[in-house]
């Protein structure tokens, strides 16, 4: 079992920046890949950014490249997600996951399926 729990969620301005941060448990931390997902009312469980067991391997989804950065720290059990110049259509629950990655250490991954654990979600709210 892995144990994932997102924090740095909130309410801010269009152009503003957050900062989410996922803490993980359970398990050895560098044996699995991340990813970052958001869902917003009535709307599918989408990608939003992955990083391999290493952290030298990301994958952005196209809406949020050049604006969000994924980052791990192996020592300390976390991922983290930097989102800059933020936009309403931000706005959405963010989800921390883990992939199970111990063949590949440089693979992410960015569809849900491979992802067996999840954080249980954060809100980020970007107002216009």
């Known amino acids: 079992q892995v144990q994932l729990v997102e924090s740095g969620g909130g309410l801010v301005q269009a152009g503003g920046s957050l900062r989410l941060s996922c803490a993980a448990s359970?398990?050895?931390?560098?044996?699995?890949?991340m990813g970052w997902f958001r869902q917003a009312p009535e709307k599918e469980r989408e990608f939003v950014a992955a990083?391999?067991?290493?952290?030298?391997?990301?994958s952005y989804a196209d809406s949020v490249k050049g604006r969000f950065t994924i980052s791990r720290d192996n020592a300390k059990n976390t991922v983290a997600l930097q989102m800059n110049s933020l936009k309403p259509e931000d706005t959405a629950v963010y989800y921390c996951?883990?992939?199970?990655?111990?063949?590949?250490?440089?693979?992410?991954?960015?569809?849900?399926?491979?992802?067996?654990?999840w954080g249980q979600g954060t809100q980020v709210t970007v107002s216009s």
């Open positions: 359970g398990r050895t931390f560098s044996n699995y890949a």
């Open positions: 990083v391999s067991r290493s952290g030298g391997e990301t």
């Open positions: 996951a883990a992939a199970f990655a111990m063949g590949d250490y440089y693979r992410y991954y960015e569809n849900v399926a491979p992802y067996k654990y």
